[in-house]
Nanobody
């Protein structure tokens, strides 16, 4: 199971940190990803990190502002969001990929992030 938390309301320019705790995860899982879905829009990929080597990938719109890091001992991945913009407003989801990031196998419930201008 995946449990995302940390969403809330923040002013533009502010920061939030989301957490995603993975219970029952095994060392065979490959990566954890973050996605978001704004009202009226399709879900989009935000970024991901591999469990083993901590390799990260980000979508262009968040590069330099968002950081993904993990705590393997806690089976938890974090999304540190800095310099937030109103266009970052969305429901954020975490997901885990067992084999590769071409397929996201398990999803957590979303957490709302609202950025006011």
């Amino acid at each position: 199971q995946l449990q995302a938390s940390g969403g809330g309301l923040v002013q533009a320019g502010g920061s939030l940190r989301l957490s995603c705790a993975a219970s029952g995860r095994t060392v065979r899982d490959y990566a954890m990803g973050w996605f978001r879905q704004a009202p009226g829009k399709e879900r989009e990929f935000v970024g991901s990190i591999t469990w083993s080597f901590g390799r990260t990938v980000y979508t262009d719109s968040v590069k330099g502002r968002f950081i993904i890091f993990r705590d393997n001992a806690k089976n938890t991945v974090y999304l540190q969001m800095n310099n937030l913009k109103p266009e970052d407003t969305a429901v954020y989801y975490c997901a885990t990929a067992v084999v590769s990031t071409t397929m996201w196998d398990y999803w957590g419930q979303g957490t709302q992030v609202t950025v006011s201008s």
